[in-house]
């Protein structure tokens, strides 16, 4: 059964200290992982795609990496408004949705 | 930037009525979908279509049912509503080729059935 699991589920941070978020998965025929930025309140908003193993794409104080089981979402330095929860998803026929990283940082 | 629009942010709606959900893309996408997203369960496919007119069920189409007559529109329609279908609801929209585009979503309808 395809599967995208994320971790930790929360993760608190203090202004300036960086950290990693993964996301593994267990898929047939991976067709893309995308990860998203959720505020609460509101959808999902869109922030990398990321095709095949060893393609890093970047934007602002956001990496994000892949390997063939896993994506990992680094932040370096993050301020408190990239307070979020952060998901990924894994495109196969479908999009397989984890269940999200609730991050929190603090001045 | 792709605009997907939910019509209501908030709804509140009694046990039996029957509940419409729009969502308009302007971005000319010929798929949509309908999720609906629960804590610790993450986004759920309820429904998707590929042109107007088409609908495909997703992974929890029961209780729902979906229109879509014209390729901008994408309604969602819960039939007899329930309490179990409190959620918050999240429409999205992508380019045809969806096994490479990412979804874009609207903000969402948080739904209340009571």
């Known amino acids: 059964e395809d599967q995208v699991t994320q971790s930790p589920e929360a993760l608190r941070l203090q202004e300036g200290e960086s950290s990693s978020l993964n996301c593994s998965y267990t898929?047939?025929?991976?067709?893309?992982l995308f990860w998203y930025r959720q505020d609460p309140g509101k959808g999902p908003e869109f922030l990398f795609t990321?095709?095949?193993a060893g393609e890093e794409k970047e934007k602002e104080r956001l990496k994000a990496t892949l390997t063939k089981k896993e994506s990992f979402l680094h932040i370096t330095a993050p301020k408190p408004e990239d307070s979020a929860t952060y998901l990924c998803?894994?495109?196969?026929?479908?999009?397989?949705f984890g269940t999200g990283t609730r991050l929190q940082v603090f001045p | 930037d792709v605009k997907v629009t939910q019509s209501s942010r908030y709804l509140v709606k009694r046990t039996g009525e029957k509940v419409f959900l729009e969502c308009v893309q302007d971005?000319?996408?010929?798929?949509m979908f309908w999720y609906r997203q629960d804590p610790g369960l993450g986004l759920r496919l309820i429904y998707f279509?590929?042109?107007?007119?088409?609908?495909e069920k997703g992974d929890i189409p029961e209780g729902y049912s979906v229109s879509r007559e014209k390729k901008e529109r994408f309604s969602l329609i819960l039939e007899s509503a329930s309490t179990n279908q409190t959620s918050m609801y999240l429409c999205?929209?992508?380019?045809?080729?969806?096994?490479?585009?990412?979804?874009?979503f609207g903000d969402g309808t948080r739904l209340s059935i009571l």
């Open positions: 990321l095709y095949s």
């Open positions: 279509s590929y042109d107007v007119k088409m609908k």
């Open positions: 999205a929209s992508s380019p045809r080729d969806r096994r490479y585009q990412p979804q874009h």
């Open positions: 898929v047939s025929g991976l067709r893309g």
């Open positions: 971005m000319d996408h010929e798929n």
């Open positions: 998803a894994v495109n196969t026929d479908k999009l397989i």
